[in-house]
């Protein structure tokens, strides 16, 4: 039996098939949190119509308020991981989902394009307290030899959170018949309540119900053995940041996200717009509402399989992984493009997989980083990269709506996706960790 092999038998030994329960707990409680976050930040997509409607703006001024968003978000993500890391995931993660469903029903009274992009942009700051400080606790929880099946398991839930945000908003909109404001209002009521459950059920590391730690920081963690229990906010920034590897990663996930992004704002507008609909009264047995769902389907399933993939078939290597669904996401996103609106079922099985191949190495995304720098500076170091990946999806938002505005072609957000999906594969090469 490896050295490896020997430390995870001894933890198990020690801590008994109470620990395991314990740990898979932690992991379903973080689960189901963010299984609700998205109910607070992917439904922008399918108030635009009624905000256009309502405003009288465009496209492009729309994508400039998801951007602030996103960029909010991103800003927060570089100093939230920070704080999950000095205050612990469990607090600032339940204070994460309570403040978004907060500024969401403030955001449902904006009285114009400026306020609302003000509301919505302090919204995606509160929603940056989830993803670190959440990833920082499973973290503690599990060792680096499980890490790709815990991110994946967790991003599994993000995925279903997509899939939760997308059905909750067309029941709002086209069931209930209810304008645009509620969908800022009635989805979140479930983020408030993964909050405060999360906060009852989770605990922040083994040691606080009396397990020993799963990281032998010599042999299973070993960037965690140069990293001092007290070490200030300004030492782990310092740490996370000399990591060039970590940094190319960031850049990586940027277009990832990008491209992710693009498909999930901008998709509901393609597919609830008016050619799609005179498609769906040629071919009754489909409304291209639902169509639009394959994509966080797809997400989700995409989502599960990468982190397994990275520990099973590539030993932990994530950066294969991550090459590997990028390049079938540029594939795929660029074959949707080609796809006539009249071809309804071949659109909903290739959506299905942009959504797969797009989504997916973001479990191998977040696994990479406390391979890289440990677990004791986990939530710092997915916070700075998760800071890249949402500074550049708010680049694309505008951009892609202005696109829209100017051509007409809502199709276009899949060409662009295909190249953001290039262009993230190319990067992530030279990770070669």
């Not at 850049?251 to 507008?269: D, E, S, T």
């Not at 959506?351 to 696994?367: E, H, I, K, N, T």
Request: charged fraction near 15%.
């Amino acid at each position: 039996m490896s050295s490896i092999d020997t430390s995870r038998y001894a933890v198990h030994t020690v801590a008994g098939s109470g620990f395991r329960r314990a740990q898979w707990r932690m992991l379903l409680a973080a689960m189901f949190c963010y299984l609700f976050f998205y109910t607070g930040r992917q439904t922008f997509g399918f108030a635009i119509p009624g905000i256009q409607a309502e405003f009288g703006v465009s496209k492009e001024a729309l994508g400039w308020v998801s951007a602030a968003m996103l960029w909010c978000y991103a800003i927060g993500q570089a100093i939230n991981g920070n704080l999950g890391d000095k205050f612990g995931g469990r607090r600032v993660m339940s204070a994460g989902a309570i403040l978004s469903c907060a500024m969401n029903w403030a955001t449902s009274f904006a009285g114009g394009v400026l306020s609302l992009g003000i509301l919505w942009g302090a919204n995606g700051y509160f929603q940056a307290l989830g993803w670190a400080p959440g990833s920082r606790l499973l973290s503690n929880w599990w060792g680096r030899h499980e890490r790709g099946k815990v991110f994946g398991c967790y991003v599994f839930a993000a995925g279903l959170a997509s899939v939760l945000s997308y059905v909750t908003s067309l029941l709002v909109v086209h069931y209930l018949q209810l304008d645009w404001r509620w969908i800022f209002r009635l989805p979140v009521l479930l983020l408030l309540l993964g909050g405060i459950t999360f906060y009852f059920v989770a605990r922040e590391r083994p040691e606080d119900l009396g397990y020993r730690s799963p990281h032998d920081d010599a042999i299973d963690d070993g960037e965690a053995a140069k990293v001092a229990d007290d070490e200030t906010s300004l030492e782990r920034y310092k740490g996370v940041l000399k990591n060039w590897r970590l940094l190319v990663g960031g850049l990586a996930i940027g277009f990832q996200n990008a491209a992710r992004y693009g498909l999930l704002v901008w998709v509901p507008v393609h597919f609830l717009g008016s050619n799609w609909a005179k498609a769906s009264a040629e071919t009754a047995l489909i409304d291209p509402k639902w169509i639009s769902v394959a994509l966080p389907v797809g997400m989700a399933i995409g989502a599960a399989t990468n982190g397994w993939v990275s520990d099973r078939l590539f030993n932990s290597k994530r950066y294969i992984a991550i090459v590997l669904y990028m390049a079938l996401a540029a594939v795929t996103s660029l074959y949707m493009y080609t796809i006539p609106v009249s071809d309804i079922y071949k659109g909903l099985v290739v959506l299905f997989l942009c959504g797969f191949f797009v989504y997916g190495p973001q479990s191998s995304f977040w696994a990479l980083c406390p391979d890289l720098v440990g677990h004791k500076r986990a939530g710092t170091a997915i916070g700075v990269m998760n800071f890249f990946a949402y500074l550049f999806a708010g680049l694309g938002e505008p951009l892609i709506g202005s696109y829209m505005d100017t051509h007409g072609d809502t199709s276009a957000v899949f060409l662009i996706v295909a190249i953001a999906s290039a262009i993230s594969a190319t990067v992530a090469l030279f990770i070669r960790r």
